[in-house]
């Protein structure tokens, strides 16, 4: 007899994700080093074009040290969860949360990347907060590398384009994997990987005028190749470490359509399809795969590789797919076509059938049970969605209430998308809205870009009691948690 789904399995993870470096703050307490996140000014809207650009260069960051440049850097003063997490756990614990993502930052462990010993100081605070997860049975969702960098890594080592960052990077993770081996059972390799190849600082600590002979191509996929071999190693430590550990890979799921059904258009959208894919591809089937032969040759792309590095690819695949997804992307071979703003990836156009939301991305619920289809159909492993929500401008009342109306809709409507996925037949894991507590922005360092269930009382400039407060999607996703997704 078939057996017909009908709904989320009963031990699906509903929680929330976020990243240290949008988060913590404390970016010089208690022995922690510099990250490549520190080095990242907010832009202010007036200055940022239709593409944003997240890379800076060696001689910003030496005036930066030298205390020749004025800018904010948001970033290392996050919220405040540093000093924080109790309260804002709690709050998670009270919207029900079954797992809570969150990032490590290497260089709160080794604040140099590469030291002798880690910082003790660094360990116990990680150790703190997965005690406080542990108190309210949230089972924490780690990244051990969500664009953090260590600094010194960058300035010395030029980042994961150098070999030597491997080794790093694994010691790291032995010392992390080790130290929470009771607390933590699913861990992430990289964040969105496949943003190494759109910003090769932000992905991989990659300084691309340092290699002026080279394209940023050619920069960028060694730098990934390195990741690969890193990742994969990794999670042959965990299994070993941690017995019925799971890893995942996590890639910036990029949905792209052709704009029109000529020939040539969807032939663009499958060749960016399959881009995008080569990193879950890697991760997933423990190769290269063929198609990226052709490109690699066209461009000019050469991914240097040491004996041994094929086998440990294909022997230490990831054990589930996790991604994030917040918008598709529309392309096309013809020019008349509106470019959309906000966009990540160059060359995008605006698809006439979909919203936008305040920042430019176009609002496509559907594409998330397109991508979710693929995933299954091409690897068959379990899914995992660990970032999904809408960035939006919310406005507090007169007294003190948040409605953001706007928020549920995106989210009820990619979650109705998910469960249509699952009756699809596909093996979804869990789910995190991104930021369930408003956090400073990855790409331009704002906290106007809300996203949270969460407000955090805090403008642009730093202005503000850091004070948290519900919105109305508040209530509205400890509803959805509580049905098990049925009552959206």
């Known amino acids: 007899m078939t057996k017909t789904i009908t709904g989320f399995k009963p031990d699906f993870l509903w929680g929330g994700a976020t990243a240290a470096n949008q988060v913590e703050g404390a970016y010089n307490l208690d022995g922690k080093g510099l990250s490549t996140a520190d080095m990242v000014p907010h832009i202010p809207k007036e200055k940022r074009g239709l593409n944003v650009k997240m890379d800076v260069t060696s001689h910003y960051i030496e005036d930066v040290l030298a205390g020749k440049i004025d800018d904010r850097f948001p970033k290392r003063d996050g919220i405040d969860f540093y000093h924080r997490y109790k309260e804002d756990i709690a709050l998670f ?6 797992v809570f993502r969150l990032s490590i930052n290497w260089a709160r462990i080794f604040p140099n990347g590469n030291d002798a010993e880690p910082n003790e100081a660094g360990l116990q605070f990680y150790e703190n907060v997965f005690k406080e997860l542990k108190k309210y049975d949230i089972e924490p969702l780690v990244t051990l590398s969500h664009y953090e960098t260590p600094l010194e890594l960058t300035r010395k080592y030029n980042g994961w384009y150098s070999r030597e960052v491997i080794d790093f990077y694994v010691r790291y993770a032995e010392t992390v994997f080790t130290r929470y081996k009771d607390y933590v059972k699913y861990w992430l390799t990289f964040n969105e990987i496949n943003v190494i190849t759109h910003s090769p600082y932000t992905g991989g600590g990659v300084l691309i005028d340092r290699l002026p002979e080279k394209t940023s191509d050619q920069i960028a996929y060694q730098a990934a190749h390195h990741q690969f071999v890193a990742s994969a190693l ?53 190769e290269y795969p063929s198609f990226m032969n052709r490109y690699f040759a066209e461009n000019g792309i050469e991914v240097i590789k040491e004996r041994g590095d094929d086998e440990i690819l294909k022997q230490y695949p990831v054990d589930f797919i996790s991604f994030s997804y917040y918008m ?34 176009q609002i496509d619920p559907k594409g998330l ?64 809205a991104w930021g369930p507590i408003d956090l400073v922005s990855m790409s331009t360092s704002e906290m106007s870009k809300r996203y949270g269930f969460i407000y955090v009382d805090q403008d642009d400039d730093g202005n503000g009691t850091l004070n948290r407060s519900k919105k109305d999607s508040f209530a509205w996703y400890q509803k959805v948690i509580e049905t098990n997704g049925e009552e959206l």
């Open 93 to 98: 614990a009270e919207l029900g949360f079954k």
């Open 234 to 286: 990794v999670t042959k430590l965990a299994h070993e470490i941690i017995p019925g550990s799971q890893v995942g890979c996590m890639l910036a799921r990029m949905q792209t359509y052709p704009v029109t059904n000529h020939p040539d258009d969807v032939l663009k959208a499958q060749h960016m399809n399959d881009l995008n894919l080569f990193f879950t591809d890697v991760h997933a089937k423990g």
């Open 328 to 361: 598709s992307i529309s392309v096309t071979t013809h020019g008349e076509f509106e470019a959309t703003a906000g966009n990540l990836v160059e060359g995008a156009v605006k698809n006439q059938y979909l919203e936008s939301s305040d920042w430019g991305w």
């Open 369 to 432: 049970r397109v991508a979710l289809q693929d995933f299954q159909t091409r690897y068959g492993k379990p899914l995992f969605v660990v970032e999904n929500g809408l960035g939006a401008y919310d406005t507090v009342e007169e007294d003190g209430s948040i409605h953001d109306p706007y928020r549920i809709d995106y989210l009820r409507q990619h979650i109705e998308q998910m469960k249509e996925a699952v009756k699809d037949g596909v093996d979804l894991m869990g789910y995190t």
